[in-house]
T-cell receptor, first 110, second 116 residues
Framework: QKEVEQNSGPLSVPEGAIASLNCTYS??????FFWYRQYSGKSPELIMS????GDKEDGRFTAQLNKASQYVSLLIRDSQPSDSATYLC??????????FGDGTTLTVKP | EAGVTQFPSHSVIEKGQTVTLRCDPI?????LYWYRRVMGKEIKFLLH????????ESGMPNNRFLAERTGGTYSTLKVQPAELEDSGVYFC??????????????FGPGTRLTVT
């Protein structure tokens, strides 16, 4: 079992729809959770961080965390073609390293 | 404020040669991380510096890899001798002072290493 697993892609949604990206993690002592967006050939760009159970909203993005279920998700409302990218879930357990999932590729079709 | 920078952006070397990658973190960031993504795999942690000290080097694949951070500023990652399986994209990231899992890490553009 991988330490961080993301829903297999690719994911395709029409423009204006809600895109839902999911991530589960295996280490119960994980403390912080991050979503990165990575365009092809570019570096990961941090878009959301979440540390406590519940929802965190930032513009069109909402991160949801459920530590009991070891589950974190990212919702993108009103999806735009510019949101087309690979989304990476990362989990931190200690002060250092992030453990990444494989990523989910999202395509938003005009 | 300048972001994390890495040099070179792309390096092509032959098996057995040596390559040195450089990372300049965001000014004032004590934490510096190296990650690697090989083709088809997820981004994997290599090591973590706090200032000039190696905090965690559990991800370093073998002793052909040597990382340094002299003076707690920029860092270098040397691969000697390079093998074919070392090909991939090497990312550097930095986060602010202190040892906390809550600090957000900011990534550099990466160095694409190709070993032929």
């Amino acid at each position: 079992q991988k330490e961080v697993e993301q829903n297999s892609g690719p994911l395709s949604v029409p423009e204006g729809a809600i895109a839902s990206l999911n991530c589960t993690y295996s280490d119960r002592v994980s403390q912080s959770f991050f979503w990165y967006r990575q365009y092809s050939g570019k570096s990961p760009e941090l878009i959301m961080s979440i540390y406590s159970n519940g929802d965190k909203e930032d513009g069109r993005f909402t991160a949801q965390l459920n530590k009991a279920s070891q589950y974190v998700s990212l919702l993108i409302r009103d999806s735009q073609p510019s949101d087309s990218a690979t989304y990476l879930c990362a989990v931190n357990t200690n002060a250092g390293k992030s453990t990444f999932g494989d990523g989910t590729t999202l395509t938003v079709k005009p | 404020e300048a972001g994390v920078t890495q040099f070179p952006s792309h390096s092509v070397i032959e098996k057995g040669q040596t390559v040195t990658l450089r990372c300049d973190p965001i000014s004032g960031h004590d934490n510096l991380y190296w990650y690697r993504r090989v083709m088809g795999k997820e981004i994997k942690f290599l090591l973590h510096f706090v200032k000039e000290s190696k905090q965690d080097e559990s991800g370093m694949p073998n002793n052909r890899f040597l990382a340094e951070r002299t003076g707690g500023t920029y860092s270098t990652l040397k691969v000697q001798p390079a093998e074919l399986e070392d090909s991939g994209v090497y990312f550097c990231a930095s986060s602010q002072e202190g040892g906390s899992p809550y600090y957000e890490q900011y990534f550099g553009p990466g160095t694409r290493l190709t070993v032929t």
